[in-house]
């Protein structure tokens, strides 16, 4: 059932100007429901499910209820940086267009096999508001690059308060490759070059591009960390918020690696093995980054249908 409303709710908000059909990734598909069924029973062969249920009702309603508005508010930031990378590069596109597509792509990112419905879907379709293929293609990856680069600053910024964790060493190596790979795609991205029809950007408006973008993707990254430390604090786990720093991101990272449905599985193991570090037991990693997951899709879920309605209702204005 959830599938079937989050392919529902994805078409709703995504087919407002045309029903052409994508070319769909079978292949890439079943690998990933393949990594699903993989990851699920690895973690179903590490940890006793019933000491993670008895930790998921324990959580208060106050402490979900703020967990699914930071997911909200995460949300609502990166479609604000993905309006301001979009337009930069010449799209006409607003803040509530965005948030559209953004908690859309984000829906289908957690439920759905593919990412034809996610973000190559949300690339896709921003194409529609002024772009080519080419520019909107450019949009994607320097939105990606840049909530990576975001996210090994604060990687960095933990494992030196907390160098116990991570040798500091090896957390340099790490974010170097990271802020090189970062560096080629952000100083490199320049709409005059990726579209002739892309507006003239110069190096003032996009140094305020770029410093905006990596604000909104800090904040982002803070408040899904904030996310952890109130479950954390809601069972009663003593920790320090640089721990959670360094740790916690590990987690960000490998949902964010394409090779499960939506992260499941590959953030429950992350969880297990970055917060084993911390002495955390297994049951409690794995209920603190499954109810992650379930308490984004609720997020994601309310802002798609939300912005479904508001747009049918202006509409039919």
């Known amino acids: 059932m959830a599938v079937l409303a989050a392919f529902v709710l994805f078409g709703l908000a995504m087919t407002q100007q045309s029903s052409k059909p994508l070319t769909r990734a079978w292949l890439r598909a079943a690998l990933r429901l393949a990594g699903l069924f993989g990851f699920f029973f690895l973690v179903l062969s590490l940890v006793d499910l019933t000491l993670v249920w008895t930790h998921l009702q324990s959580v208060s309603g106050e402490t979900i209820a703020s967990m699914i508005a930071l997911h909200f508010l995460i949300v609502s930031l990166l479609s604000w940086r993905f309006a301001i990378i979009s337009r930069s590069s010449g799209a006409q596109i607003n803040m509530v267009e965005a948030c559209r597509l953004t908690f859309a792509s984000t829906l289908a990112n957690m439920l759905l096999p593919t990412s034809l419905a996610g973000d190559a879907g949300r690339v896709w379709l921003v194409h529609r508001y002024g772009l080519t293929f080419k520019a909107a293609i450019g949009v994607g990856v320097f939105d990606r690059v840049i909530g990576l680069a975001s996210l090994g600053v604060i990687v960095f910024v933990g494992a030196t308060a907390e160098p116990s964790i991570v040798p500091i060493s090896v957390v340099v190596v790490i974010c170097l490759l990271c802020f090189i790979v970062a560096g080629v795609v952000v100083f490199q991205w320049n709409p005059?070059?990726?579209?002739?029809?892309?507006?003239?950007?110069?190096?003032?408006?996009?140094?305020?591009?770029?410093s905006t973008s990596v604000v909104l993707s800090l904040a982002s990254h803070l408040f899904s960390i904030a996310i952890?430390?109130?479950?954390?604090?809601?069972?009663?786990?003593?920790f320090?918020?640089?721990?959670?720093?360094?740790?916690?991101?590990a987690v960000l990272f490998a949902a964010s690696v394409p090779i499960s449905i939506g992260g499941w599985g590959t953030r429950e193991l992350a969880a297990t093995a970055a917060f084993s570090t911390i002495g955390l037991p297994a049951p409690i990693a794995v209920a603190m980054a499954a109810l992650f997951g379930l308490t984004q899709v609720v997020a994601s879920a309310f802002g798609t249908a939300l912005l479904v309605v508001l747009n049918r209702s202006s509409l039919a204005r």
């Not at 070059?193 to 591009?209: C, H, N």
């Open 228 to 238: 952890a430390y109130l479950f954390l604090k809601d069972q009663g786990i003593s």
């Open 240 to 249: 320090s918020s640089a721990q959670l720093l360094v740790l916690f991101p």
């Open 192 to 210: 005059m070059q990726i579209s002739k029809d892309s507006p003239r950007i110069y190096p003032t408006q996009r140094l305020r591009t770029i």
